[in-house]
């Protein structure tokens, strides 16, 4: 078997060598845009691993997480009593927005049942904040943060659960007085249930923990996710909060960026250790339509609401040039680069040698993504002996990769021609269409 496996890699080796033009093609994706930004990564976790001190801080500031809540029902008890149940030895206020309370009864009585079964727990309070018309995530989370009195605001999403160190390793990262906003890490709860959350998972493991954990150490983090963030409440509130529209988490990570430019000693970061378990779409619809959201907004972000923002004179050289090759170039164009790539291959190459270029492809890309693993593995995740079995379903990583490129690509012209950001669900559509429109 050994001997058949060598013999067909010499064969597909042999093709794409002999038809060596098409690397010229191929060059300019993989080496100006994906390897690059691979190196930058693995210096961002070397130099984050090598400075990473894990020291507890040296005070323990009054903490505000704004919980936004619809249609959880009774799964909203899970994460809040994972958060009143935390080891941080400070106060935690844990603020439950019911967002259309009148529509969503019973999420509103479940939350409110939770805050009876905590009340009276020594530095915890739980207080459920009902909005009876429905607003919206956006005004869900601003509607917590006009009512919070911690110092540090966080927001987590109803149906994500907590390590019950979560809030002191985020803590640790806010014992710098310069640090203003951190994003924290996700694991997928329901990973085994199928072949797509697998591939979620590993996504989750590679692409949102390795990866932003070496951007941020390098100050360019790409984003802080609406699900799981950490603010620094007055710069928070003088950056007036969250925005309306979608797509409000990377918004908000453009605006401090922004404004961070104006104080450059400030930093935005991200805790690896800092761990929420959610779950993730396990039907092939599902995920479709959720990453028609995720890369719609991306498109509207970059390219519409913050066309006039995105200049080194805002965002400073460093960020500027990574949002035009990471956020633009490699999220937006690339892909629908990508699908002209395989039209013209299907049309002027025979399907062997388009099957021995793919499998080629196919091979690299697995190479870097085990690579990532294995950096992940040993230098990233506070679960490696659990997370080792994910090793075996690498294997099939690429193919999801170049799946979501695929999703990715028509997202794009889904929102270029239908403005598609305007069906999200994450508020009602009177409250979108009564935004400004970009």
Request: glycine share 8%; with cysteine; hydrophobic share 50%.
């Amino acid at each position: 078997m050994l001997s058949d496996s060598l013999a067909l890699m010499e064969y597909i080796f042999g093709m794409v060598v002999a038809n060596a033009e098409l690397w010229l093609l191929l060059l300019p994706m993989l080496v100006i845009i994906e390897l690059p930004l691979a190196l930058v990564i693995l210096i961002g976790v070397f130099r984050w691993s090598a400075q990473n001190r894990d020291e507890l801080p040296a005070t323990y500031p009054d903490i505000s997480v704004v919980v936004t809540c619809y249609g959880e029902g009774d799964a909203i008890c899970i994460t809040l009593d994972t958060l009143v149940a935390q080891l941080y030895p400070g106060k935690i206020e844990v603020l439950a927005v019911v967002d259309g309370a009148t529509q969503n009864p019973h999420t509103y009585q479940a939350a409110m049942k939770s805050a009876r079964q905590h009340q009276g727990l020594a530095m915890r309070n739980i207080r459920v904040i009902p909005k009876w018309q429905r607003g919206g995530r956006v005004s869900t989370l601003n509607a917590g943060l006009a009512e919070a009195s911690g110092e540090i605001v966080m927001n987590v999403d109803g149906d994500t659960s907590f390590d019950n160190d979560m809030v002191l390793n985020m803590l640790k990262q806010f014992s710098d007085p310069n640090m203003v906003a951190s994003g924290g890490a996700l694991r997928v709860r329901n990973w085994n249930t199928n072949l797509l959350t697998r591939m979620q998972a590993l996504e989750y493991m590679l692409s949102m923990q390795v990866g932003k954990t070496g951007l941020a150490n390098l100050g360019v983090i790409n984003n802080i996710s609406g699900a799981f963030g950490a603010f620094r409440k007055s710069v928070l509130r003088q950056l007036g909060g969250w925005d309306t529209h979608t797509a409000e988490d990377l918004d908000l990570t453009i605006r401090f960026k922004q404004y961070k430019r104006r104080y450059p000693a400030m930093k935005l970061g991200f805790t690896p250790h800092a761990v929420g378990h959610t779950d993730v779409p396990d039907t092939l619809m599902g995920l479709i339509g959720q990453r028609l959201r995720w890369d719609g907004d991306l498109l509207f972000i970059f390219l519409r609401k913050h066309k006039k923002g995105l200049t080194p004179r805002l965002l400073g050289w460093g960020n500027f040039v990574f949002v035009l090759v990471y956020g633009v170039l490699q999220n937006v164009l690339l892909p629908l680069l990508m699908v002209v790539f395989m039209l013209y291959l299907v049309v002027a190459y025979p399907l062997s040698f388009v099957m021995a270029l793919m499998a080629m492809l196919y091979l690299l890309y697995f190479l870097i993504g085990a690579m990532f693993f294995v950096l992940y593995l040993l230098l990233v995740s506070e679960r490696p002996s659990s997370d080792f079995m994910m090793f075996v379903w690498l294997l099939f990583y690429p193919g999801y990769q170049f799946f979501m490129r695929l999703i990715t690509a028509f997202s794009m012209i889904n929102e270029v021609v239908r403005r598609s950001h305007e069906e999200s669900s994450m508020a009602p559509w009177w409250v979108l269409k009564r935004g400004n429109r970009f």
